[in-house]
């Protein structure tokens, strides 16, 4: 049965035998399978939860009973053995198509590497932490690298982390995607429970707002489309890659409102966000130059105004940008450090609304990632701290 009250649901199986539950992430809008694993050992073990990797709800019933039958048939036969080369095949016909365009080619580059460092023909069962631990030296050490990369150039952790992120969920995806003759691609995940490299110390350097001033007064110098970028970035605090990817119908300048897609979006969100007097003003100008409307992009390819501009032409604005306000090149530093500026000014605001303004999947990120400690802030906190009186407890 399909629920409206907290977003989509569905339940099929019996209850305490094979029950699986189909649902809606209520942000993302991504859907999963839930059930208790009659393989594992103990209550908390046997709970899973898998990311299905699309939002199509018909397919998600589907996808939860052949899940519960697989459940309620616990003598069944083995399904046939599954080869890296088939996984991928698979996962990359008929999940990745349905993300964004980024998400799309990691997905391939990511699958393009492991095919090279475990073969085509390995089989997906036989996949082993050594496995990961050889992946990881291999990246790490610049060895192993996408196809026309002729330089051996050592990767970060983080890069590594997000390329066996992708693994492990295809990994998760085949445990309950059908093979076509009533059993599951891939009995279980042989990777759970994996730990992932992670960066010591990550660079998330930030802008100060006099920087990003510098940065404004040169920006006509470089583009018109690169002052729009910055004012943009810094009024709304959204990715780059949702700014590129903006129509002129998400633009509502009489309402003062934008429209955030969710096929633009890094989590699938769609919102809507009020504008600024900055950022309205620079809309503005921007569309009476163009004499652009409708689905038009925002911010057209220079080479064919029926593509946005690519992520590439935007790094070199603001390279050039920076060497022009003499700004020193920090690693790290870029459009995401105005995301993390527009975080970091925004502390007092309600961290639901927050999450809403810069189109945040959860609290947590903001605070792990993009807000930092500042002495402003600091000495505002001290100054306004409230002395506890009255008879201790």
């Known amino acids: 049965m399909a629920k409206t009250h907290n ?3 569905y339940k099929t199986g019996e209850k305490g035998r094979n029950r699986v539950r189909a649902f809606e992430h209520p942000s993302s809008r991504f859907l999963f399978l839930e059930f208790y694993d009659p393989k ?3 209550d908390s073990s046997r709970r899973k939860r898998v990311a299905l990797g699309h939002r199509d709800h018909a397919r998600a019933k589907q ?7 697989r459940i309620g048939r616990p003598n069944a036969l083995p399904p046939a053995e599954l080869t890296l080369g088939e996984l991928f095949d698979n996962y990359l016909r008929e999940v990745t198509p349905r993300k964004g365009a980024g998400k ?3 997905d391939r580059r990511a699958a393009a590497l492991f095919l090279i460092c475990f073969g085509k023909k390995r089989k997906v069962r036989t996949l082993s932490a050594r496995d990961v631990e050889r992946y990881i030296d291999e990246r790490s050490n610049g060895h192993l690298r996408p196809a026309g990369s002729f330089i051996r150039r050592p990767v970060r952790s983080r890069v590594i982390e997000y390329d066996l992120r992708f693994l492990n969920a295809v990994l998760n995806w085949a445990t309950v995607s059908g093979n076509g003759n009533g059993d599951v691609l891939l009995e279980r995940n042989p990777l759970k429970g994996i730990r992932l490299p992670k960066e010591e110390s990550p660079k998330r350097p930030i802008v100060r707002h006099e920087e990003y001033e510098a940065l404004l007064a040169v920006a006509s110098r470089v583009s018109w489309q690169f002052e729009l970028a910055l004012v943009l970035a810094n009024e709304t605090g959204h990715r780059i890659s949702a700014l590129a990817q903006l129509r002129w119908s998400d633009i509502d300048l009489a309402h003062q409102r934008i429209l955030w897609r969710a096929e633009h979006d890094k989590i699938g969100f769609e919102h809507a966000t009020p504008l600024t007097v900055e950022a309205a003003s620079a809309l503005e100008t921007a569309r009476a130059r163009e004499l652009r409307i409708g689905d038009a992009w925002v911010f057209p390819s220079p080479a064919d105004p029926n593509k946005h501009c690519s992520r590439h032409l935007f790094r070199d604005w603001w390279q050039r940008g920076q ?3 003499g700004l020193p090149a920090l690693r790290g530093r870029g459009y995401h450090s105005l ?13 639901k609304d927050l999450c809403h303004l810069g189109g945040w999947k959860d609290g947590q990120t903001i605070f792990k990632c993009y807000q930092q400690a500042d002495e402003e802030t600091m000495r505002h906190a001290l100054n306004n701290r409230k002395r506890l009186t009255g008879a201790g407890g």
């Open 7 to 9: 977003g989509w649901s």
């Open 40 to 42: 594992q050992g103990t």
């Open 63 to 69: 996808q939860a009973d052949e899940v519960a039958s």
């Open 104 to 106: 799309q080619a990691h």
């Open 323 to 325: 060497k022009l306000a």
């Open 339 to 351: 995301r993390r500026k527009f975080a970091t000014e925004m502390k007092d605001t309600p961290l």
